[in-house]
């Protein structure tokens, strides 16, 4: 349910420590809990503005936990659209300077410009990577074309939501499209197929959650360079899977197993994209789409098996795939002539 902020012992618990920890920080509360549509199983996302780029870490409070994302001046004063999309909707804790004041009346003004250039970038990549899938198809690459066509699902998703200026928040995902209005006629059904909807049970979360530990800790584990850091820093953080776990038991026991398996299905892609991208670079080789999956699962440098793909359910029949990717490919066609 969206509203206010509320101001509860909960929320307080959980960002004092942040405050303390830094205490001339100007932070503010961004994403859901922002917004005003958080489950109690949501973390507080909190901006905090410092000199230094700093990986976010995950910080715990009792069952409660907090996302701290550090951006400096600069990229508040000159935001990213992406960064604009989510200060329209902040809520200053502290703001001595009035930096982060400026920031957001700025950022709802130009609101509207910059979900239509988001949307727009998220479109082009999902047109992009449902180009994977029909050349993976022939080449008899699906594992390949399963991942791609994951990808060009919630590339989808978040262009329609952005294009309806609703900011994407992963784990909520399916509701947010579901409340789309028009979204239930053709356009719903094929983002839920290409998604892979249908095979959503608890088992599958709980399959899916247990495959993620194994992308997590590789993750975590291994060494980065400077110039991943801002694309695998958030892994390296031993609270990130926990945080991610909490959430994903909490939609399992609810009952919601299709918003559970639409939220790790998207952190699936995400991270076995950051993998990959970890994986060419200690082999210093050029990341490759059509190999993205080969790479990690075959030959004697591989980092997962195939079993962590299965649970993780990429196990979708090349006539499924088809017939999902030709759904979505409508879907998309029929967003990208509105522009």
């Not at 990549?125 to 198809?137: C, F, M, N, T």
Request: proline fraction near 4%; hydrophobic fraction near 40%; aromatic fraction near 6%.
């Amino acid at each position: 349910m969206r509203g206010p902020l509320q101001s509860t012992d909960d929320t307080v618990r959980t960002i004092l420590p942040a405050l303390k920890t830094f205490p001339t920080n100007e932070i503010a509360i961004v994403g859901c809990h922002a917004s005003g549509y958080a489950r109690p199983s949501c973390e507080y996302d909190l901006l905090v503005i410092g000199r230094d780029p700093i990986p976010e870490k995950i910080v715990s409070v009792g069952e409660s936990y907090a996302k701290l994302i550090f951006r400096n001046e600069r990229e508040l004063r000159q935001p990213t659209a992406e960064l604009s999309v989510a200060l329209a909707s902040a809520v200053p804790l502290r703001d001595a300077s009035l930096l982060l004041t400026s920031a957001i009346a700025d950022a709802k003004t130009s609101y509207e410009y910059n979900c239509t250039t988001l949307m727009e970038s998220h479109l082009a990549s999902s047109l992009k990577a449902i180009g994977r899938v029909d050349e993976l198809l022939a080449a008899d690459e699906f594992r390949e074309a399963d991942f791609w066509l994951l990808s060009a699902a919630y590339e989808y998703a978040y262009s329609e939501l952005l294009n309806s200026a609703v900011v994407p928040a992963p784990s909520h995902l399916l509701a947010q499209m579901k409340a789309l209005p028009g979204k239930r006629g053709d356009s719903f059904p094929a983002w839920a197929d290409a998604s892979g909807l249908e095979l959503a049970s608890r088992a599958s979360c709980e399959n899916r959650l247990e495959s993620l530990s194994v992308v997590y800790d590789i993750l975590r584990t291994s060494p980065g360079t400077a110039d991943l850091l801002p694309q695998i820093g958030r892994y390296q953080d031993s609270e990130a899977f926990a945080m991610l776990r909490r959430k994903a038991e909490q939609l399992i026991a609810s009952m919601q197993s299709v918003d559970c398996f639409s939220y790790l299905g998207r952190e699936s892609v995400r991270s076995l994209s950051d993998l990959h991208a970890l994986h060419a670079n200690h082999l210093s080789k050029e990341k490759e789409y059509i190999s993205t999956i080969r790479d990690l699962t075959v030959g004697k440098d591989r980092l997962i098996s195939e079993e962590v793909l299965k649970s993780m359910g990429l196990v979708r029949t090349p006539e499924i795939l088809a017939n999902s990717a030709d759904g979505l490919k409508k879907s998309v066609s029929a967003l990208a002539k509105k522009m």
